[in-house]
C-alpha cells in the first residue's frame, strides 16, 4: 500500500484530465444528462403512486414505497461512492452504474408485484447513488480550471430542472402509455449514455489504488437504515407496536445506530466521517437540513396524491399543478448564489424557512372546491423558497469545516437527505391516513340529515345502495380533506422550528456555495 504523502500526490496529480473544443463539451453533456435522468427518477414517480398502486392492488401508501426504498438505497450508496471509484476507477465505475441503472429500470417497468417492484428499486437506487457525486467529479476533471464554473453550472442546471420535469413527464407517461413507461424511459438513454461516456472518458479515467473499506460500518448502517425503513413503512399494516416483527426492527434500529455511532468514532477509516460533526456549523446544518428536507420532501409527495385521490385530477394534471415549483427555482438560484457570498447565510435560510411555513400554511387552508390556481400560488412561493434554503445551507455547512474534510461533509448531507426524506415521507403517508380514519369516524358520528340526503338522492333515480356509496364518498372525501389540512399545518411549524434552529450555527467564517442545490 502506499505511504500515506505517496498516495496525496497521485490523489492531486490525477484530479485533472482536461479535455477541449468540441469533445469537452460533448463529454459535458453527456455527463449532465445521466445526472438529469438519475435527479429526474426521484421525482417521475411522485405522480404515478396512485397509478403504481392501482396496477398493483395496494394502498397509496404502500404505493410510496417505491419511492422511500429507491431514496433510501442511493443514500446508503453515497458514501461508498469515493472508495469504489478510487478502487476501480471513475468512469469505470460510471459507465457500470449507468449500464445496471438502465437494466433495473427495465426491470421495474416489467415487475408484476409491489415486491418485486420495490426490490428492482432498490437495485436501481444502488446503482444511481453513485452517479451524482461521480458525474461531478468527472466534470470537474475533463474542465479546465478557467472553465470549472461553467462545468459547475452545467450540473446544476441539471439539478434544477429535472425535479420540475420529472412530474410533467411522469404525468404525461401514465396517462398516456401506463406507469411502466416512467421506467422504461430510462433504458436507451442509460445504455446509449453509457455506451459514449466510456469511449470519450476512457483515456481520462481516474488512477486506482487499494484503500481500505470500512465494511462493518457499512453493515451497521444499512443495517438499522433498513431495519427503519422497514419499521415506518409496514408499521401501520402491522398495528405497530403491538406487532413482534415491528418491535423487533424497532430493537434493531435502536441497537444497530447506537453500534453504528461507536465504530464509525473509534475507526481508522469509517465509511461515514462522523468527525464533522465537532463542528457546530455543520452540526447545525445537518440538523436543518433533516428537517426541512423531510418536511419538504413528504409535502412533494402528498400533494399530487392528495390531488389525485381527493380533487379528481389526472396524473398529468397533477404533474402541471406541481411543476410550477421550479419556476422561482431556477431563476432564484443564481440571484441568491451571489447573495450568499455577501450576506449572512443564516439570515437567508431562515427567509426560505418562513416562506416554505407560510405556504404550507397556506396549504392548510385548503378545501375540496379548491381550484388550479390557489393550488398553484403556494408552488410558485415554495418555488421561490427553495434557492434560499439549499445554497446558503450548503455555503454554512460546508464553509464550517476544514477544506480536507469537504468531500465527507458534502456525502454525509447527501446521505442525511435522501435518509430524511424516506422517513419523513413514510411518517407523514401513514399519519395521513390514520388522520383520515379517525376524522372518517368523527364525520359518521354526526351525521344530521343524511337520511334526508338519501331519500332526496333516490328520489332523484338512483338505487338505494347507490345513494349510500355517494354519501359514503362524500364523507370521505371530506375526511380526507381535513386530513390534509392537518397533515399541512403540522409541517408549517415544522419549517418554522427550522428556521430557528439554523441560528445554533456560528457565523460563516468563509464561503463555500456548492455546486448546485440539490433536489
Request: hydrophobic content about 55%; overall charge positive; aromatic content about 10%.
Amino acid at each position: 500500500m502506499a505511504a500515506p504523502a505517496q498516495v496525496r500526490a497521485n490523489t492531486q496529480s490525477s484530479d485533472f484530465s482536461p479535455m477541449s473544443g468540441a469533445p469537452l463539451w460533448f463529454a459535458g453533456s453527456l455527463l449532465a444528462i445521466s445526472n438529469f435522468v438519475v435527479v429526474l427518477d426521484m421525482t417521475i414517480t411522485n405522480v404515478s403512486v396512485p397509478n403504481i398502486a392501482g396496477g398493483l392492488a395496494v394502498s397509496p401508501s404502500q404505493g410510496t414505497w417505491v419511492i422511500t426504498s429507491y431514496a433510501v438505497a442511493e443514500a446508503i450508496m453515497v458514501p461508498l461512492s469515493g472508495w469504489l471509484a478510487q478502487r476501480f476507477g471513475a468512469v469505470r465505475l460510471f459507465v457500470a452504474a449507468m449500464i445496471g441503472f438502465g437494466i433495473c429500470s427495465a426491470l421495474c417497468g416489467f415487475a408484476s408485484s409491489l415486491g418485486f417492484l420495490v426490490a428492482f428499486r432498490v437495485l436501481q437506487g444502488i446503482c444511481g447513488g453513485p452517479m451524482m457525486p461521480l458525474s461531478q467529479t468527472l466534470l470537474r476533471r475533463i474542465f479546465p480550471p478557467r472553465q470549472q464554473s461553467a462545468a459547475l453550472g452545467l450540473w446544476s442546471m441539471t439539478t434544477v430542472v429535472a425535479p420540475i420535469a420529472g412530474p410533467l413527464l411522469g404525468g404525461a407517461l401514465v396517462d398516456g402509455v401506463g406507469w411502466p413507461w416512467i421506467f422504461f424511459i430510462n433504458v436507451p438513454v442509460a445504455l446509449v449514455v453509457a455506451v459514449l461516456i466510456g469511449r470519450t472518458l476512457a483515456k481520462h479515467e481516474t488512477a486506482t489504488q487499494r484503500i481500505p473499506v470500512d465494511f462493518t460500518g457499512l453493515a451497521l448502517l444499512i443495517t438499522w437504515v433498513g431495519a427503519m425503513q422497514i419499521m415506518l413503512d409496514k408499521g401501520k399494516d402491522l398495528d405497530w407496536f403491538d406487532s413482534p416483527y415491528i418491535v423487533a426492527l424497532a430493537v434493531i434500529a435502536v441497537i444497530g445506530f447506537i453500534s453504528f455511532l461507536i465504530w464509525e468514532l473509534t475507526d481508522a477509516h469509517p465509511v461515514v466521517d462522523l468527525r464533522v460533526f465537532r463542528h457546530r456549523g455543520f452540526a447545525a446544518s445537518a440538523l436543518v437540513m433533516s428537517i426541512a428536507f423531510g418536511a419538504f420532501f413528504s409535502t412533494v409527495v402528498l400533494v399530487p396524491l392528495w390531488l389525485q385521490i381527493n380533487l379528481g385530477y389526472t396524473a398529468t394534471w397533477a404533474g402541471r399543478a406541481t411543476a410550477f415549483t421550479g419556476i422561482f427555482a431556477v431563476i432564484m438560484s443564481p440571484i441568491v448564489a451571489r447573495m450568499t457570498v455577501t450576506r449572512d447565510s443564516r439570515y437567508l435560510v431562515s427567509i426560505g424557512m418562513l416562506i416554505f411555513g407560510v405556504s404550507t400554511l397556506w396549504r392548510s387552508t385548503f378545501t375540496t372546491d379548491t381550484d388550479f390556481l390557489r393550488i398553484v400560488w403556494p408552488q410558485l412561493a415554495q418555488g421561490f423558497a427553495i434557492p434560499f434554503f439549499f445554497i446558503p445551507l450548503m455555503s454554512v455547512a460546508l464553509g464550517s469545516v476544514l477544506p480536507r474534510e469537504t468531500t465527507s461533509a458534502a456525502g454525509l448531507l447527501t446521505f442525511m437527505r435522501s435518509t430524511a426524506a424516506a422517513f419523513a415521507t413514510s411518517i407523514t403517508t401513514t399519519n395521513w391516513e390514520n388522520i383520515a380514519t379517525a376524522r372518517r369516524g368523527d364525520l359518521t358520528g354526526s351525521l344530521n340529515g343524511s337520511q334526508t340526503l338519501l331519500d332526496t338522492l333516490v328520489r332523484a333515480g338512483a338505487t338505494a345502495g347507490q345513494a349510500l356509496r355517494q354519501l359514503d364518498a362524500l364523507v370521505q372525501t371530506q375526511a380526507v380533506m381535513l386530513a390534509t389540512d392537518r397533515v399541512f399545518f403540522v409541517t408549517s411549524f415544522v419549517f418554522v422550528l427550522a428556521a430557528a434552529a439554523i441560528w445554533i450555527a456560528p457565523r460563516g467564517k468563509r464561503a463555500a456555495v456548492p455546486a448546485g442545490v440539490g433536489h
